[in-house]
């Protein structure tokens, strides 16, 4: 299971954390969608509510196929592409490379969820959640 680490409000990163925590801390009060987390052995910083998201659509995936008449094991990974503050663009090369390395893993790639943030109060950043399934 992924850990992750949050950052409070007075700027301070806690964790490890597990996703199931995460969810409790929110529960809680103490992390709220706007809180950003990363993924430990990442640098990319993301809403606590984009990752939300993200897991929301993979549970909806799991109920479907759970519902299905044959139980398939079904893994998920969610990466995250970013774009710079000044290109907001996303580099194709580095998509294109992102897409072949999974897919030769035996990942296929499933949906893209996408968020832009103000930075600065100027500059907007991309950030998009590819994510992949395997099927057992």
């Not at 993200?54 to 909806?60: L, N, P, Q």
């Not at 094991?73 to 990466?79: A, F, G, R, S």
């Not at 995250?80 to 072949?100: S, Y």
Request: proline share 2%; glycine share 6%.
């Amino acid at each position: 299971m992924r850990n992750y680490f949050y950052s409070t409000d007075r700027q301070e990163s806690r964790g490890p954390v597990t996703l199931p925590e995460l969810v409790e801390l929110n529960r809680r009060g103490l992390v709220d969608s706007d809180t950003i987390i990363c993924a430990e052995g990442t640098a990319e910083w993301v809403r606590f509510g984009t990752l939300m998201a993200a897991e929301e659509t993979i549970v909806e995936r799991q109920e479907l196929v759970t519902t299905g008449k044959r139980f398939m094991n079904h893994q998920y990974k969610v990466t995250i592409l970013t774009t710079g503050c000044f290109t907001r663009t996303l580099d194709p090369m580095k998509l294109q490379q992102v897409l072949n390395q999974e897919a030769k893993g035996g990942w296929r790639f499933a949906k893209s969820i996408h968020e832009e943030k103000k930075v600065l109060g100027i500059f907007s950043r991309e950030a998009h959640f590819l994510i992949f399934e395997k099927c057992e």
